[in-house]
């Protein structure tokens, strides 16, 4: 048994013939595409990925349109059936559309759901920028110097 914090580390599955197939198939919004590839991902993380490529309007500089956006979505090392394949896959979909209502979102000047996308940040994950006062008040609703 080796280290799991091995760099070596890897993992295995025998390649996912049916989600293949499904992505093959697969068919959402006008010019959206879909494809699983092999890839090096960046910051050491590698293999196979669905790569979900968005066609719309550039949410900071909306007279961009048709404007792409490559997704990478790491595929689970997994020996699913098509049905769950299936389900996977509708929601890494779910993951793009909220990563997209995150970048639209916006109250005035405020986009106070925008994704994080520096490394080592999920780009999927909603986040609040809460107030300074709300950082520093306390369980017993104090607030801290």
Do not use: C
């Not at 760099?7 to 699983?36: C, E, I, K, T």
């Not at 997994?78 to 996977?88: F, T, V």
């Amino acid at each position: 048994m080796t280290d799991p914090r091995d760099p070596s580390m890897r993992q295995s599955a025998p390649f996912p013939d049916a989600l293949a197939d499904l992505v093959d198939r697969l068919r959402y919004r006008a010019g959206w595409l879909f494809a699983l590839r092999d890839i090096d991902r960046g910051q050491g993380s590698a293999g196979l990925t669905l790569v979900i490529t968005t066609l719309g309007t550039n949410s900071y500089h909306p007279e961009e349109t048709d404007y792409r956006v490559n997704h990478y979505m790491p595929v689970p090392p997994a020996a699913y059936d098509e049905r769950s394949w299936r389900r996977w896959l509708f929601e890494q979909l779910l993951l793009v559309e909220l990563h997209e209502a995150m970048e639209f979102f916006q109250v005035g000047d405020d986009k106070p759901f925008a994704p994080s996308h520096g490394f080592g940040q999920d780009p999927y994950l909603v986040r609040e920028l809460g107030t300074e006062q709300d950082r520093r008040m306390s369980f017993r609703n104090e607030l801290n110097a």
